[in-house]
């Protein structure tokens, strides 16, 4: 019995060493950065201008503004955990043919970006300071506010405290906590500092907003954005079939229904 005690114990200190290096290594096991040199010179079909605004005290977050010809609005983009801008900025072409400009940028860490993410107050307020950048340059009636994955949260709470034309959601998630105990049922969602519940924002969110989801998505499941629609049924759902997470920029489904959003 004593050695049995002993055993359950252990496991249980083993347990909560792991959700205090959990804990503490958040921003490690959210976001995966791919960190590019101040001179990196990028390589895109498309034109672009490089920006550095100032998020905080020297921190300055790096961006990239393409630009298309006699446009008819922006998208305001807000990416993924992953990569950085050398990865993201491929995406531009598709907007410029649509006649919209494309305005993304990269988080704190990422790419160019000055300093780390710390807090998910933090977080949210660099997205909003990096918007309020495009919204001195245009009117919110054009502004198309465009988030992917990790970024769809963020996006959603852009439109709330925002005025955009349109706010689109792409691989959303229900929230982070949600999310995370579906993948890994054994840790405490408790613990999370990010917490990005994208559910709440949508059901404020007061723009015509359009979810997109790939039926095959192996990072987030398409049940995310089932659930979103169910309790907030006024927003448009296109599901993409047999689309994998990072496929759904490239799909005829969301190429075609953007066809009909960006005019």
Not at 100 to 123: A, E, N
Not at 241 to 261: A, F, G, R, V, W
């Amino acid at each position: 019995m004593i050695l049995l005690l002993q055993g359950i114990l252990f496991l249980l200190s083993i347990y909560a060493f792991g959700c205090w290096v959990a804990y503490w290594m958040q921003e490690t096991l959210i976001f995966h950065p791919t960190v590019l040199t101040k001179d990196y010179t990028f390589q895109f079909e498309t034109d672009y201008e490089e920006l550095y605004v100032e998020v905080a005290p020297n921190i300055h977050l790096h961006a990239l503004y393409f630009k298309a010809e006699n446009s008819k609005g922006i998208v305001f983009y807000v990416h993924g955990n992953a990569g950085s801008l050398q990865d993201w900025g491929n995406l531009s072409s598709f907007y410029l043919s649509l006649g919209y400009d494309l305005f993304m940028f990269d988080y704190r860490g990422f790419g160019k970006s000055d300093g780390k993410i710390k807090s998910q107050k933090q977080f949210f307020g660099d997205v909003q300071i990096m918007y309020d950048y495009i919204k001195s340059q245009w009117n919110e009636k054009q502004i198309i506010v465009e988030g992917f994955s990790i970024g769809t949260a963020t996006a959603a709470k852009i439109a709330v405290e925002n005025n955009p034309k349109h706010l689109i959601l792409k691989a959303p998630y229900y929230s982070l906590p949600h999310l995370i105990k579906s993948k890994h049922a054994y840790l405490p969602t408790v613990l999370l500092k990010y917490r990005f519940m994208t559910i709440d924002f949508l059901k404020q969110v007061n723009c015509p907003t359009t979810l997109f989801h790939g039926t095959a998505d192996e990072l987030i499941p398409v049940s995310n954005a089932e659930r979103l629609f169910k309790e907030v049924s006024s927003v448009d759902f296109v599901v993409v079939p047999d689309c994998l997470h990072n496929d759904l920029p490239y799909s005829i489904n969301y190429q075609e229904k953007m066809q009909t959003i960006l005019v």
